[in-house]
């Protein structure tokens, strides 16, 4: 008879490659560090300049930066941009 606690059991932490659970981990941080500094924002936390600054290095090593860039091109070159990931229909 089998049980849940059985030794061919795993844990579906255990499932997870190491990859998968070092990129979790990476977004609970961020997640954190995003609240932390919205309540900064709100008044709601005080944060000094070196905290504010540490914070969002983490960010900037975690979540990708929204950079707009600007691409000039001469002769009529043609340039497609697929977004991976953005749902079109949100956005007209």
């Known amino acids: 008879m089998s049980t849940k606690n059985s ?8 499932r997870l490659n190491p990859r998968h659970q070092e990129m979790v ?6 997640t954190q560090l995003i ?8 008044g709601k936390v005080d944060m000094d300049a070196s905290e504010v600054s540490a914070a969002k290095i983490l960010l900037d090593k ?3 930066n929204l950079h707009s860039t600007e691409l000039k091109s001469q002769g ?17």
Do not use: C, M, Y
């Open 7 to 14: 030794k061919n059991t795993k844990s579906p932490f255990q």
């Open 25 to 30: 981990r990476a977004k609970i941080q961020a």
């Open 62 to 64: 975690t979540i990708p």
């Open 76 to 92: 009529g070159l043609k340039l497609e941009v697929n977004l991976v990931g953005v749902d079109r229909s949100a956005h007209g």
């Open 35 to 42: 609240n932390r500094l919205q309540r900064h924002a709100l």
